[in-house]
């Protein structure tokens, strides 16, 4: 059974400062996928990082993928209050169709 | 850019009716939708899979009599909750996949269902 875990479920950081957060996955699967979700919405597709090695950036974050490690990181830098949100990372069951399993998510506040 | 839609966002039922939520892929076609329920402060939970003309495929723990899915065609799935109880209060999401390279999933903006 693929388990997701992140880390950390909750961060509160100050708006300019950098932070990790850290997506850890147990079975093998090549694509790995980065949501946010504000407070009673849906989610908001990130990134879609397909293969090892994948690194894509938009704006004040960057996400990348390890495979062999099973690891995937979204980097923030320089947080701004917009950030607020929670983050899920989700990853791909391996069969057809893309199911997914979603991480616990990660609730990121940014402090002014 | 694609997007998706779902009818209602909210209802409120009494316990033991049924409710059916539409999910609608706007601009493309979806070789398959999913159906996801999002318990407060919790994180998605995967349903089913739904194909455009098949069974839906109902994930481990998920009654498939409970919570019936017709995908009639490539732009619309539907979720029917029968004899709805308070337990099925829940925000529900569906996603679309277009089947391309991108793997991208386009999710509906939910429907939050209160089971009074």
């Known amino acids: ?112 | 850019g694609a997007v998706v839609s779902q009818h209602p966002s909210w209802v409120i039922c009494k316990s033991g009716t049924s409710v059916k939520i539409e999910c609608r892929s706007l601009d493309f076609q979806a070789t398959t939708m999913f159906w996801y329920r999002q318990f407060p402060k919790q994180s998605l939970m995967l349903m089913a899979t739904s194909n455009e003309g098949s069974k839906a495929t109902y994930e481990q723990g998920v009654e498939k009599d409970k919570f019936l899915i017709n995908h009639a065609s490539l732009t619309l799935s539907t979720l029917t909750v029968t004899s709805a109880h308070p337990e099925d209060s829940s925000f529900y999401i569906c996603s679309a996949f277009t089947g391309d390279l991108s793997y991208e999933q386009y999710f509906g903006p939910g429907t939050r269902l209160t089971v009074t």
């Open chain 1, 1 to 112: 059974e693929l388990k997701v875990e992140q880390n950390p479920l909750f961060l509160s950081m100050q708006e300019g400062k950098n932070y990790t957060i850290y997506c850890n996955y147990s079975t093998t699967s090549d694509r790995l996928y980065w949501y946010r979700q504000d407070p009673g919405k849906s989610l908001e597709s990130l990134f879609v990082l397909l293969s090892n090695g994948a690194v894509k950036q938009e704006g004040r974050l960057m996400a990348s993928l390890d495979t062999k490690a099973r690891l995937s990181t979204l980097h923030i830098t320089a947080a701004v209050h917009d950030l607020s949100a929670t983050y899920f990372c989700a990853v791909d069951k391996g069969t057809s169709g893309s199911r997914l399993t979603f991480g616990e998510g990660t609730q990121l506040t940014v402090n002014p």
